[in-house]
């Protein structure tokens, strides 16, 4: 018997945070919001506003690996914000590779005809969060979707 679960994706920023929401049904997530952030700390009541509003049995954060597979810099305070949301929030959280995540959401935006300039009006953070979450739904054991 297949369960349905909703996720939350983060593509975590030290000045954005892009969110998006999925589920495990059709493995497809939509981009939702982008976050201001202060030197990577969100404004954490918005996120709680989200999680009540979409109520995700998961959330999923992005984890900014080097090419090579290593952990960068940023990788470390992803993971500070995992366990934050973790803690705040008392809710299951995964780190998934999120290498080429934003090049990918950016060339999305050029195929579609947008200019960078047009990224403030479709930021590009929260297409990157709906991608990696797909990557993470489609990971998914068969008998969770």
Not at 96 to 103: A, G, K, N
Not at 119 to 144: F, I, Q
Request: charged letters at 25%; one cysteine or more; glycine letters at 6%.
């Amino acid at each position: 018997m297949s369960t349905l679960q909703r996720a939350m994706g983060f593509d975590y920023g030290t000045r954005q945070i892009g969110v998006a929401v999925g589920q495990s049904l059709t493995c497809r997530a939509e981009p939702i919001a982008v976050l201001r952030a202060r030197d990577g700390v969100p404004d954490w009541s918005q996120i709680e506003r989200l999680i009540s509003e979409w109520k995700p049995d998961t959330l999923v954060v992005g984890l900014p690996l080097n090419m090579d597979g290593t952990p960068s810099e940023m990788s470390a305070r992803a993971q500070k914000f995992a366990r934050r949301l973790h803690g705040r929030f008392n809710l299951p959280v995964d780190c998934i590779d999120e290498r080429l995540t934003t090049f990918e959401a950016k060339q999305s935006l050029r195929d579609s005809g947008r200019t960078p300039a047009s990224y403030r009006d479709n930021p590009v953070d929260s297409l990157a969060a709906a991608l990696l979450l797909e990557t993470w739904l489609g990971n998914l054991p068969k008998e969770m979707s």
